[in-house]
């Protein structure tokens, strides 16, 4: 039958509870150095209440009858949630059936498509999502 307390295990014992002290310093040194800094980024917030925000990020078959499909690209994003914003400015214009936003990150743009009612006339979206720090163009019109 062995000894409960050998040098061996004694030693063990002591290497295991010095290294969790010097781990647990080490996180909170990290933890305190990360709420030094600014924040990189700002949080996203994809939910309306309880409820997730769903944004489409492309238009699926054909526009309605009496409605065009129109392209716009937005320069000044950074990240999805920007993707939500810009889409809620893009179904605010009037004359604008459905809209769909992603945001292109390699690209670092967002890119959309509307349908908009025969008549009406694009620049109205690339203005309804140009402003703070988005610029928007409209990329490609079909008659």
């Known amino acids: 039958m062995q000894a409960p307390f050998t040098p061996q295990r004694l030693a063990l014992g002591g290497l295991l509870a010095v290294s969790a002290v010097a781990l647990g310093l080490v996180?909170?040194?990290?933890?305190?150095?990360?709420?030094?800094?600014?924040?990189?980024?700002?949080?996203?917030?994809?939910?309306?209440?309880?409820?997730?925000?769903h944004?489409?990020?492309?238009?699926?078959?054909?526009?309605?009858?009496?409605?065009?499909?129109?392209?716009?690209?937005?320069?000044?994003?950074?990240?999805n949630g920007c993707s939500v914003t810009l889409y809620d400015a893009a179904l605010a214009v009037a004359g604008v059936e459905k809209a769909a936003v992603r945001f292109d990150?390699?690209?670092?743009?967002?890119?959309?498509?509307v349908w908009l009612k025969?008549?009406?006339?694009?620049?109205?979206?690339?203005?309804?999502?140009?402003?703070?720090?988005?610029?928007?163009?409209?990329?490609?019109p079909t008659p």
Do not use: M
């Not at 030094?36 to 700002?42: C, K, L, N, T, V």
């Not at 402003?131 to 409209?138: E, M, N, S, W």
């Open 55 to 79: 944004v489409p990020a492309a238009l699926f078959g054909d526009p309605p009858a009496g409605s065009r499909l129109v392209q716009f690209q937005v320069d000044g994003p950074c990240c």
């Open 118 to 140: 025969d008549g009406v006339e694009p620049d109205g979206v690339a203005a309804a999502v140009t402003f703070d720090k988005y610029a928007g163009r409209i990329v490609r």
């Open 27 to 53: 996180a909170l040194r990290s933890r305190a150095e990360r709420a030094a800094e600014p924040e990189a980024y700002q949080p996203i917030r994809l939910e309306e209440g309880n409820a997730p925000r």
């Open 105 to 113: 990150e390699d690209a670092g743009v967002a890119l959309g498509e």
